[in-house]
C-alpha cells in the first residue's frame, strides 16, 4: 500500500474515532442516539477547524499534531474510566444504525461507494483547484492565513473554516482523503433529516424524509467534492435539529453548542450570514419567551470557563478577525472594491426579483433521462422549451437586471439543461413535487416551529437573490434549503401523506434518483451516460459503457494528475516536476482563473511565490523584478519578462491553455 492511502486511511480514523466518541458523550449527556450522531459529526468538525485555525492565527500551525494528540489522551482516559459503558454506547450506536428496510440498506451501498470515490479519486474542481485548497499550500508556507502575495483574490478574502480542514491531509503530502470531509456532512444531512423526522412521526415517515433529501442530486454530487457549500447545508441541517429540541426544551449545554455551530457557519462562507441572521432572531425570540430563562442565565453565571472557551470558538470561527483584516487592507470586509462588484447584485430589490425568476427556472431539475425520453418518444425537449419561455416571456422584461458578470446572460441556456454534475445541478424533481410545497405548507402550519423554519429558509432564498448576482452556477448556494428543510418535508407528509403506499412510491422513486446521481455524476461517472445514449441509438459502444468510466480513467485513483491533464491538455506538471530541483524558488504569474494546485501539490518541497497579486500594492513598481530562480506562467505566456531567462518550456495549447517556464539567469 502506498504510504499516501495509508496515511490519509489513518487520518481519516482518527477522525472516525473522534466523531464515535463525541456520540457517546452526547448520548450519556441524555442526548438520544439519533440525534446525537449529527450533532456530533458537525460539533466534531467545528472543533478541529476551530484548533487549525488558531493554530494559523498563533503562527504555529505545527502545534496542531500537540493538540491532536492531547484529545486522544483525553478521549482515551474517558473511555478507560467506563470501559464498559463506551461498548454499551457503541452496540447501541451499531443498533441504531442498524439497516431494517431494503432502501436503507441501498441507502448504505450508496454511503460506501461515495465513501470511496471521495477517498480514492482525485479532485479537480475548477474553483478547488485555483483557490479551496490551492490556498492551503499558501498558508502552510507561509504559516499564516495573511499573505502577502497571491493568484487570486478569493485566496486571501475568502472564510477559511472549511478549505483549512484540508491541512491535516496536506502537511504529510497526501490529497488521498480530501473529500471525505464533504462525504461526513452529507452523513449529518442524512442522519439529521432522520432525527428531525422522527419529531414529526413514524420511523417509517423519518426514512422517507431521509430519502427524500439524501437524493438531492446537488447534495449528492457535493458529497464527493471539495466546496464549503455542503457544510453549509449540514451546518444549517444540524442547526434546525437544534432549534427543534430547543422549541421542545431549552438546555444551556446545547444552546451553547448551536452558537458554537453557527459561528463555524460563518467561518465557511460569508454567504451563510444569509441564513445566520434570521435564524438567529428566531432563536432570540424562543429564547425570549422560555419560562425558564433565568435558570439559564444562571446555569452560565455557573459555567463561566465553557461561556468563555465558547466565546473564544465564536471569535476564531466567525471570522471577525477576517473581516477587520479585509476592511483595514481592502476597504471593505469582504474584500476590493472591484472584486466585490463582480459578485454582488447591482439592482436592488428590481435584481432579486429577476433573479428569482431565474432561479425558478434552473430549479425545475427533472434529470436528463427525463429531457431523453421526452425527445425520444414526444418529440420535446423539455429544456428548449423552458429556455424558450424564458427568452420570449421573461428575457424582454428582466434584461440584465440582477446580473453583474458580463458574460452570465449567455449561460442560461447551457444550464437549463439539467446538470449532472457538482457545478450544474440543483434539486431533482421532488424538489417541485415536495420540498417546495412543504416550504409553502410550512407558513401556514399550526406549529410555530414551522413557521419558523420556513420564514428562515424564505429569508434565505431572497437574501442570497437580492445581495448575489446572478450566475448560472449559483445553485450550490442553494445547497442547505433542501437539507434544512427536512422538518418542513415531514410535516407535509405528516398531513397530507401518512400513507404506506405514498411512502412506498416515495422510497422507491428517491432510491432510483439516488442510484442515478451516483452512477451518472458527469464529473466522477461510474457508467459512461454518452455511450448509453450511443447504444440507445444503434452504435456499438457497449464495451465503453463500462471503460471509460472515473475509475479506469484515474487508474483506480493511482493517476493524481487525471483531471489536471484534462484541463491543461498536457503533461506540463510532471514536465514541471522533472526540471526544478529541490528546494528552489520558483514565482508563479497567472492570468484570470488559473489551476495553481497541480504545481504546488506535485512538488511540496518547493517555495512557491505567487507574483499576481501583492497585499502592498507598491510592490508593483518593481515590474517583475523578483528574487526567484524559476517562473512559471499559467494561463499565460509572459510576454513582457524583463529578467534574462532561460526557456524551459513554453505551451500554447487549445482552450488557450497557455504556459510558460524560465530560468532566471
Not at 464527493?224 to 432549534?243: E, F, H, N, Q, R
Not at 410550512?442 to 437580492?466: E, H, R
Not at 441509438?537 to 471509460?548: M, S
Amino acid at each position: 500500500m502506498k504510504a499516501e492511502i495509508l496515511i490519509g486511511i489513518l487520518l481519516k480514523v482518527e477522525l472516525l474515532f473522534f466523531i464515535i466518541s463525541l456520540i457517546t458523550y452526547f448520548s450519556r449527556r441524555g442526548i438520544i442516539i439519533r440525534d446525537a450522531v449529527p450533532l456530533a459529526i458537525t460539533t466534531c468538525i467545528a472543533v478541529y477547524s476551530f484548533f487549525i485555525q488558531l493554530c494559523f492565527l498563533l503562527g504555529q500551525p505545527q502545534l496542531l499534531i500537540i493538540f491532536e494528540l492531547v484529545f486522544l489522551v483525553v478521549v482515551f482516559i474517558y473511555i478507560s474510566k467506563q470501559p464498559g459503558q463506551y461498548g454499551f454506547d457503541l452496540a447501541g450506536l451499531l443498533q441504531a444504525i442498524k439497516p431494517r428496510e431494503t432502501s436503507v440498506y441501498i441507502l448504505y451501498i450508496v454511503l460506501i461507494y461515495l465513501a470511496a470515490l471521495a477517498f480514492f479519486i482525485p479532485e479537480g474542481n475548477y474553483d478547488s483547484m485555483r483557490y479551496n485548497i490551492a490556498r492551503v499550500p499558501m498558508f502552510m508556507q507561509a504559516e499564516s492565513f495573511f499573505l502577502d502575495s497571491f493568484t487570486e483574490y478569493h485566496q486571501v478574502v475568502f472564510p477559511v473554516g472549511g478549505d483549512i480542514l484540508f491541512y491535516p491531509n496536506l502537511r504529510f503530502n497526501t490529497d488521498y482523503g480530501l473529500a471525505i470531509n464533504a462525504w461526513f456532512a452529507y452523513l449529518a444531512i442524512i442522519s439529521s433529516s432522520y432525527a428531525i423526522g422522527r419529531y414529526f412521526g413514524s420511523r417509517s415517515l423519518a426514512i422517507t424524509v431521509m430519502l427524500i433529501v439524501a437524493s438531492v442530486p446537488v447534495l449528492v454530487f457535493q458529497a464527493t467534492g471539495t466546496k464549503p457549500d455542503i457544510w453549509c447545508a449540514a451546518v444549517a441541517s444540524t442547526a434546525m435539529l437544534l432549534l427543534i429540541r430547543a422549541s421542545l426544551n431549552m438546555d444551556g449545554f446545547e444552546l451553547l453548542l448551536l452558537i458554537v455551530l453557527i459561528a463555524f457557519g460563518l467561518s465557511l462562507k460569508f454567504t451563510f450570514v444569509a441564513f445566520a441572521l434570521p435564524f438567529c432572531i428566531a432563536l432570540l425570540l424562543l429564547i425570549a419567551k422560555q419560562p425558564n430563562i433565568l435558570v439559564l442565565i444562571d446555569s452560565g453565571k455557573n459555567n463561566l470557563i465553557c461561556v468563555l472557551l465558547v466565546s473564544v470558538m465564536v471569535i476564531v470561527l466567525s471570522q471577525l478577525w477576517l473581516m477587520v483584516h479585509n476592511h483595514f487592507y481592502w476597504g471593505h470586509f469582504s474584500g476590493p472594491e472591484r472584486f466585490i462588484d463582480r459578485h454582488v447584485n447591482p439592482d436592488g430589490i428590481k435584481g432579486a426579483i429577476a433573479n428569482l425568476v431565474r432561479y425558478f427556472f434552473q430549479s425545475i431539475h427533472l434529470l436528463t433521462p427525463t429531457n431523453i425520453a421526452f425527445e425520444k418518444f414526444l418529440h420535446i425537449s423539455l429544456t428548449d422549451s423552458m429556455h424558450n419561455l424564458y427568452q420570449d416571456h421573461f428575457q424582454p422584461l428582466l434584461g440584465r437586471l440582477g446580473i453583474a458578470d458580463s458574460r452570465s446572460d449567455l449561460s442560461l441556456k447551457v444550464r437549463t439543461r439539467w446538470g449532472d454534475g457538482e457545478n450544474g445541478a440543483w434539486f431533482g424533481p421532488l424538489w417541485c413535487l415536495i420540498i417546495l410545497p412543504a416550504i409553502v405548507y410550512g407558513l401556514f402550519a399550526q406549529k410555530t416551529i414551522l413557521k419558523v423554519i420556513a420564514v428562515c429558509l424564505i429569508c434565505y432564498i431572497f437574501i442570497i437573490s437580492w445581495q448575489i448576482s446572478w450566475m448560472p452556477w449559483n445553485g450550490r448556494f442553494f445547497s442547505l434549503v433542501p437539507a434544512a428543510g427536512a422538518a418542513l418535508v415531514a410535516a407535509l407528509l405528516s398531513r397530507f401523506g401518512a400513507h404506506q403506499l405514498i411512502f412506498s412510491v416515495l422510497r422507491f422513486s428517491t432510491i432510483l434518483i439516488l442510484c442515478y446521481c451516483t452512477i451518472f455524476n458527469q464529473e466522477k461517472e461510474l457508467l459512461n451516460a454518452r455511450a448509453m445514449i450511443d447504444l440507445a441509438g444503434g452504435k456499438d459502444t457497449f464495451r465503453q459503457i463500462f471503460t471509460n468510466n472515473i475509475w479506469s480513467q484515474t487508474q483506480f485513483g493511482h493517476n493524481r494528475q487525471y483531471y489536471t491533464e484534462k484541463y491543461f491538455g498536457d503533461s506540463r506538471v510532471h514536465e514541471f516536476a522533472k526540471l526544478i530541483p529541490q528546494g528552489a524558488n520558483v514565482g508563479v504569474l497567472t492570468r484570470g482563473s488559473s489551476w495553481v494546485y497541480p504545481f504546488f501539490a506535485i512538488r511540496p518541497d518547493i517555495n512557491f511565490t505567487a507574483l499576481t497579486f501583492f497585499k502592498d500594492s507598491s510592490r508593483f513598481k518593481d515590474h517583475f523584478n523578483y528574487d526567484v530562480d524559476y517562473i512559471l506562467c499559467i494561463n499565460t505566456s509572459c510576454e513582457r519578462l524583463e529578467q534574462q531567462t532561460q526557456q524551459l518550456w513554453s505551451k500554447d495549447v487549445e482552450y488557450g491553455r497557455a504556459g510558460l517556464l524560465v530560468k532566471v539567469l
